[in-house]
Structures are given as structure tokens and as C-alpha cells.
């Protein structure tokens, strides 16, 4: 759906918008929100910027990060309300539609399974990022994108790429991020608190993975499994949980990486990426999950060993067939 | 030092140039060279490429790698020789400059510490890869900028920006990328064959990294020990323990990382990294090293345990005056 020209125009006849980011907020969630709030902001339109989650430290170097706020600290919202970087309307946290009586709903997102559950629907799963469609929308608006607003936009756009490596990574992703910097976008600022600012949470987490690899198929699939208490040991977070799979899929030689997370009531959450070929999709499938071919998730509710090893050899047995 | 105008001049009337890159070759060395030489055959001039090294692995999706080989594989030297990414002649492996005689050459390059030791120099800091300038280059020259030669110069700008990220990327890199994945450039290869191909050899010592860890100042100063035996049991090479710094560096609320490295004769190579102030140049430099503010290095003779805490000792005595 395209309803930009319409989204413009609401926006330009309103005196206030609040603007909304996903839980488990990411960069490009964050960005693509600060970013938007200080553009119409210079347009003399007043905005209120909500997020059900605390802000995560890494982007605490974003200009007005503190405005940020859960929807139950706001008195009342204004008529119009504008999604960013949320597929469905359960992702912004504040699923129940009755918060949203009367008012317009406004939906900007590039996610290509987004459900365009609002009034008004911006989706272009070609944008490697929320922020690259914010990029255009506040040009469209002809705001001056300052530093502050670069810096924002930037962040959104490079940690949604993996750093510009991701496939959806296009020429303009880059003459976009050109751009940005030539307006004095802060990539040292993103690099250092972002990039280079490794949670011990995260350090422990990798070092149990390193001690603890399993293979098996001739060392092309690889997994491991962290119960409670590693975890806790680790004093760890879901969010230093997540990239962990990545290390385990850019080994040599491996197609497939897997993490079991065993949670305290013994459901078991598994996370798959596959390299090349592999369609984790398909055995995600199996289990009640799903995803991508390359990037799969499911949920299950057998207790650890039983869990782990169905899934392994359902693995072993879809690979061997197509080796 | 640039003589841009002389070399397009000198290289247009050339029937045959060779082109080296340095030892130890990395993404950008390499990447250039392929391109440089695909580049000249459009114009009818034969090339050939020069490195002291075994091609590595990684790169190996690059065009026409199989034609790089030792300058003692070739029977004679072309009249014009073409050095790229050598910051110094000794930097192509191949210091003699009787091997030179009579011979005219030129150098391209982007390191600040270039000496121009060529006929013709083309030394341009503000590039952030060799690459860079080859793609000024070929432009210059109205080479066609095929998807061979768009993978090569991709190469060659996103290895040496830490996939645009590093302080060197500016909005010209960004502008050079987007028009390379135009081009055709395969980000995808260089993605699963660089990216995403962590070897063996330096997963076991990242293993032993996070395994020994070592801290003082605070948490705010890390560092590790390998010597030869771990290195061995590790089957890393030294390729493997390039990267491993970064690793250490990159852990949040760290100033400065080291990497011991004890050589079997006992010599001890010291690696320094900081992140925001600590100068490791100055510290490198007390021990007859050297290199930048935020990166340096040094070798010792002492033995081991000597050298280690006599670094230590003058780090700590630094870190906590500045503090």
C-alpha cells in the first residue's frame, strides 16, 4: 500500500502526532521516530514519541532519547498517530484498538509482511529501512535534515543493514548514507556506543557458545543450548541473546546454526539461520514456527532433551537427503 | 605527491605494466590490483599481477585471482611497474630496487605515511581504500566498469572501511559503493566469503581470548597472552590473529586492549588498540614501536614475563594519571 500522498497531507493540517516505535525497540525503529519528531517539530508541529520498552543504552547518544516514553505517561493522545517500523499493530506494544477510537492511524514501515492495519499505509519492503522512507517523507515535507536528524536517520539505516553487508542493502542505502553524513550525521558517536560497546552480557553469552559448540553433518550445522541458568550467569539479556546466532552461522563451513533457549519453564525457543541453501523455514514450519528460508524461529513445549534432539534430527535427516 | 595527470599519460602509452600489491595482501591490496588489471586489458594493455604472498582464501570469489603470483614466477619485468597500497617499496615484499633499474614506477596509495618512493606518486590520504582512487581511475581512463571490476573495487572500500564503519568513510565512499552495486558489484560473495567465513583457526583463538581475559585500570584496560603453544593447538595463522584485537577492544567501558604475542624465539609482539583518548602511539613508542594515537605496536626481546608486566606497569602508570 501507498498512501504517501495522503500521509502527507494529514500531517501538514495537524497541530500534533504522536509517533510510535516497536517494543524490543531496535535502531531503525528509534531513528526512523527521533528522527521524524524533530522534522515536523520544525514544521511547528507538536510531537509526542512513545515506546512501551526502556531505552536501550547503546542509542543513548540519539538527541532527545529522553522524550521517549510508555503511553500510560502521556495524558491524552492526540487525533492523529503515526507507526513506524511496526508490521502489525501488536508490535507497537499497544495492541488493543480500542486506545485508538477516533482517531487517524498512520502506518510507515518497510517490512514486507506488514498487515497495513492502520488508516493510512506506507509499506516498501524495497527500503532497506524505516529511515530510508523518512529520509524521502521529510524531504518531501522540505525540512532541513541537521545533524541531529542525519545522526538518527543514519543509525536507523546502518544497524538495519548490519552495517550496509545486509542483502537489502541497495545504492540507495548508500547515497542516502552519503548524504547523511555530508550533513553531519555522528557515525563515530553510532560506532563507538553502538558497534563497539559489547554488553558483558553479551561476552559471557559468547564465551558459553565458544566452550559449548555442538556438530554434527560433516561440521556444517552447528547449535548450542543455554538453559536458565547459564543465562542467568551470564547475567544476561534477551537483547544480548540476540546476535549470538550470527557468530555461530559466519563460522566456516557452516550451513546452518541453531540456538536452543531453554526458559525456566522448560519451553524451549529455537532460533535457526541458514548460510546458503538450507531452508530453515521449512523445519521452523514443522515445529509450529516460520520466518525466511535463511532466518526461522518456533516455540516448543517439550521438555530440553526431548526438544533439542527431535529437532536435530529432523535437521540431520532434511540435510543428509539434500547432500 | 600526486602526479595523477603523468601516470594516465604514462599508462596510455604503455604496451604491458606490472602491478604489485603488498604482502601480507588484504581486501583492498588485492581488489585493486584485480581491477587495475582488468581495467588496462580493456585498453588493449597487458597486465601482470605481482604478490609475494599465497592468494588468501577468503578472496578467492575475486576474477583472475589465479593470476597473481611471485615476481619469481615471471620471466622478465614489464617496463612499467605499478604499485598499489604500498605505503613503502619494502611493503611489496620485493625491497630491491636493483630489480627496479631502469624500470619507470608508480605509486598509488592512500596511507598518510606513503613515502612516495616511485618515479610517479599518486598519494591521496582522504581515500579511504586504494580502491578508491583506482575507481577515479578507471573512470579517468573511460574503462568500462564491469561487474568483475565493480566486485573487485567493492572489495577492496568495504575490507578497508570495516564495512563502513571506520573514521576514513566518507560521503565519497558511500557514493563509490552505490554506483559499484550498480554496476554489479557481488556483495553477497564478499559477504559469505569474507563477512561470513570465520575460520577455524581464529575461532579457537577468539575461544582462548574470552577464556583468558586479563584486566586492571577499572575493567578499563584488557588484555591477552598467546603464546606458541596456544597458537599451535589453535592451528591459527597469523592472518587468524589479525582481527582478534578488535574483539578485545570493542567489549563496552574498555579504553585500551593489548594482544601479547609470544614468538617461539621469546620476542614478544605487542598490539595496541583505544577507543576514545588513551594514546598508544606514545606507549609503543617508549619500547621503540610505534603507529597512530588509536592503534600502535611493538616488538620486545625480553622474555615473557618481563615484557608483559613491564608493559603493563607503564600502561597502568599512564591510564591513571590521565584519569
Not at 546502518?158 to 542516502?176: A, C, I, K, M
Not at 541453531?258 to 514450519?285: C, E, G, H, L
Request: aromatic content about 10%; some cysteine; charged content about 20%.
Amino acid at each position: 500500500m501507498n498512501d504517501l500522498q495522503r500521509i502527507m497531507e494529514v500531517i501538514l493540517q495537524t497541530k500534533e502526532v504522536a509517533i510510535f516505535s516497536h517494543y524490543h525497540p531496535d535502531g531503525d525503529t528509534l531513528g526512523s521516530q527521533i528522527a521524524l519528531a524533530l522534522g515536523l517539530e520544525q514544521k511547528g508541529i507538536n510531537t509526542k514519541m512513545i515506546n512501551k520498552d526502556p531505552f536501550p543504552s547503546t542509542f543513548k547518544f540519539l538527541a532527545d532519547w529522553q522524550r521517549i516514553k510508555p503511553l500510560e505517561q502521556f495524558f491524552e493522545l492526540p487525533d492523529t498517530l503515526i507507526f513506524l517500523d511496526c508490521a502489525t499493530l501488536e508490535r507497537s506494544g499497544y495492541a488493543d484498538s480500542s486506545l485508538y477510537r477516533g482517531k487517524l492511524t498512520i502506518n510507515i514501515d518497510h517490512h514486507i509482511s506488514n498487515d497495513n492495519f492502520a488508516n493510512l499505509n506506507w509499506v516498501d519492503s524495497t527500503a532497506a529501512a524505516t529511515s530510508e522512507l523518512i529520509y524521502d517523507l521529510l524531504g518531501l515535507l522540505q525540512v532541513k535534515i541537521d545533524s541531529e536528524i542525519a545522526t538518527a536517520l543514519y543509525t536507523g539505516i546502518s544497524t538495519d543493514t548490519g552495517s550496509f553487508l545486509y542483502e537489502n542493502t541497495t545504492p540507495t542505502t548508500h547515497r542516502v548514507a552519503a548524504d547523511l553524513i555530508n550533513r553531519g550525521a555522528d557515525v563515530n558517536a553510532l560506532r563507538k556506543n553502538y558497534y563497539e560497546s559489547v554488553s558483558t552480557g553479551k561476552l559471557q553469552l559468547l564465551k558459553f557458545a565458544l566452550n559449548n559448540l555442538c556438530f554434527t553433518c560433516n561440521n556444517q550445522v552447528v547449535w548450542i543450548i543455554i538453559d536458565e541458568k547459564t543465562f542467568q550467569e551470564a547475567e544476561a539479556t534477551d537483547a544480548d541473546a540476540e546476535g549470538l546466532i550470527n557468530y555461530l552461522k559466519n563460522i566456516a563451513g557452516i550451513e546452518v546454526a541453531m540456538v536452543f533457549r531453554i526458559y525456566p519453564d522448560q519451553r524451549t525457543k529455537v532460533s535457526f539461520r541458514s548460510k546458503n541453501w538450507f531452508d530453515v523455514n521449512k523445519i521452523a514450519s514443522l515445529f509450529g514456527g516460520g520466518g525466511h528460508p535463511r532466518a526461522a524461529g518456533c516455540l516448543l513445549n517439550s521438555n530440553l532433551g526431548e526438544s533439542v534432539s527431535k529437532v536435530i534430527k529432523v535437521v540431520e535427516e532434511s540435510f543428509l537427503t539434500k547432500t
